[in-house]
């Protein structure tokens, strides 16, 4: 039995490989943990996957996946999440900053108090104001739309039950709202932890500042997606009705409108001579659009199944 998997994306972070492994064991041999480290190469190009394969043949607790090319640090995640084994997952970036040393604690939290998912907080930053400060307002927007009281939801360093990976999947950027997608999925019990930030010891950070554009709008793909995947019709359906409401009731009115000026000898304007009746026409055909669109979602999610479909191009020691 496995006690913890580490789930590490790797995206050319070769110097610090070596190191962030001896530590993690340091680690777990440390607390008598069963372990396995499972780094996610994210299509490096540089020598991150041949130090992979040095780590792995050193140490058969180190399990290695390649993609061919890059998709993305949820795409790792993911990856990761679908071949781990242990009671509790732990991810942690490549590049040293997250201190393995947090990971007794977290798994504590887990196992013994209870908590599905625990979210790294960190609270003393070693980033430039040009990051800590968009990531401020980032978090405290993604509070406000989630509910989850979390100062840090970008963190990579996080602790999970089992259950909780196995029963999420990730894609595009949808990595910084993992504890948002869990809460949906019917995991509740989330907290956080102060844990360590450290500053980068080799290269240099891989994200800009356009991820906090692509951030916001992936807090509006996956609310949408977690509040409608299972019941799309709810959505199109009422945007549907309100569409076809307001022409048919605006047809009406243009029809009332005109018997009851021929009834009194007014000289009154053809339906089809005036705006409204256009605007109407269009309301009843989105409308209809609408509908049509959520009744064949609901045929589309009723027929389909989650697919990991990435381009791996090798892998080290998973069994079977």
């Given at each position: 039995?496995?006690?913890?998997?580490?789930?590490?994306?790797?995206?050319?972070?070769?110097?610090?490989?070596a190191?962030?492994?001896?530590w993690?064991?340091?680690?777990?041999?440390?607390?008598?943990?069963?372990?396995?480290?499972?780094?996610?190469d994210?299509?490096?190009?540089?020598?991150?996957?041949?130090?992979?394969?040095?780590?792995?043949?050193?140490?058969?607790?180190?399990?290695?996946?390649?993609?061919?090319?890059?998709?993305?640090?949820?795409?790792?995640?993911?990856?990761?999440?679908?071949?781990?084994?242990?009671?509790?997952?732990?991810t942690?970036?490549?590049?040293?900053?997250?201190?393995?040393?947090?990971?007794?604690?977290?798994?504590?939290?887990?196992?013994?108090?209870?908590?599905?998912?625990?979210?790294?907080?960190?609270?003393?930053?070693?980033?430039?104001?040009?990051?800590?400060?968009?990531?401020?307002?980032?978090?405290?927007?993604?509070?406000?739309?989630?509910?989850?009281?979390l100062?840090?939801?970008?963190?990579?360093?996080?602790?999970?039950?089992?259950?909780?990976?196995?029963?999420?999947?990730?894609?595009?950027?949808?990595?910084?709202?993992?504890?948002?997608?869990?809460?949906?999925?019917?995991?509740?019990?989330?907290?956080?932890?102060?844990?360590?930030?450290?500053?980068?010891?080799?290269?240099?950070?891989?994200?800009?500042?356009?991820?906090?554009?692509?951030?916001?709008?992936?807090?509006?793909?996956?609310?949408?997606?977690?509040?409608?995947?299972?019941?799309?019709?709810?959505?199109?359906?009422?945007?549907?009705?309100?569409?076809?409401?307001?022409?048919?009731?605006?047809?009406?009115?243009?029809?009332?409108?005109?018997?009851?000026?021929?009834?009194?000898?007014?000289?009154?304007?053809?339906?089809?001579?005036?705006?409204?009746?256009?605007?109407?026409?269009?309301?009843?055909?989105?409308?209809?659009?609408?509908?049509?669109?959520?009744?064949?979602?609901?045929?589309?999610?009723?027929?389909?199944s989650?697919?990991?479909?990435?381009?791996i191009?090798?892998?080290?020691?998973?069994?079977?």
């Open positions: 039995m496995i006690q913890i998997s580490v789930v590490i994306p790797v995206y050319n972070e070769e110097e610090s490989l190191e962030l492994h001896n993690i064991v340091r680690v777990m041999e440390g607390h008598a943990f069963s372990y396995e480290i499972i780094l996610v994210d299509g490096s190009n540089d020598g991150s996957w041949r130090q992979i394969e040095k780590l792995a043949d050193l140490n058969p607790y180190v399990k290695g996946v390649r993609f061919g090319r890059n998709y993305g640090k949820s795409a790792a995640l993911d990856m990761g999440f679908s071949k781990a084994e242990g009671d509790v997952v732990i942690m970036d490549s590049d040293l900053q997250d201190s393995p040393d947090e990971i007794p604690e977290l798994y504590d939290m887990i196992v013994k108090e209870g908590w599905e998912v625990v979210s790294g907080w960190k609270k003393k930053r070693h980033d430039p104001i040009s990051k800590t400060l968009p990531s401020k307002f980032f978090n405290g927007i993604t509070r406000m739309i989630s509910g989850i009281k100062h840090d939801f970008n963190c990579g360093l996080k602790a999970y039950d089992k259950k909780v990976v196995k029963n999420i999947h990730l894609y595009g950027e949808m990595h910084r709202y993992i504890p948002l997608i869990a809460k949906w999925s019917g995991f509740t019990r989330i907290t956080e932890k102060v844990v360590e930030h450290r500053p980068r010891k080799y290269g240099k950070t891989k994200f800009g500042l356009e991820r906090f554009l692509y951030g916001f709008l992936d807090l509006i793909s996956v609310s949408f997606v977690n509040r409608y995947k299972k019941r799309p019709m709810h959505f199109f359906g009422t945007l549907g009705t309100l569409s076809f409401l307001s022409g048919f009731v605006i047809t009406v009115w243009l029809i009332f409108e005109k018997i009851y000026g021929l009834s009194k000898g007014l000289k009154v304007r053809d339906i089809t001579a005036q705006p409204l009746f256009f605007l109407a026409l269009v309301a009843l055909i989105v409308g209809v659009q609408l509908f049509l669109t959520g009744f064949l979602a609901e045929m589309m999610i009723s027929n389909t989650r697919k990991l479909d990435y381009n191009d090798k892998e080290l020691n998973f069994r079977g």
